[in-house]
């Protein structure tokens, strides 16, 4: 199992299905950029927010490889 010590490399399960880089509940963006909301000292998941969401509600969802 990795620890800390090596580089990061993951699969991100998302939900926001109106997000641009969202496809088949999947995450499809190059990075992410989480940061902490409310008081920006996160107590619980619900004090977390993803900050490279894009609204993709207007245009096109993410398309490559497809
Ligand atoms: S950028 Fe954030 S909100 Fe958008 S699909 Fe990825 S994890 Fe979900």
Not at 22 to 28: A, E, F, I, Q
């Amino acid at each position: 199992m990795a620890g800390k010590d090596t580089a990061p490399s993951m699969q991100v399960k998302c939900h926001v299905d109106n997000c641009y880089y969202y496809k088949n509940s999947m995450c499809h963006a190059t990075s992410l950029e989480i940061n902490p909301t409310g008081d920006r000292k996160a107590q619980t998941s619900e004090g977390t927010c993803c900050s490279t969401f894009v609204n993709g509600s207007n245009g096109p969802h993410y398309t490559a490889g497809m």
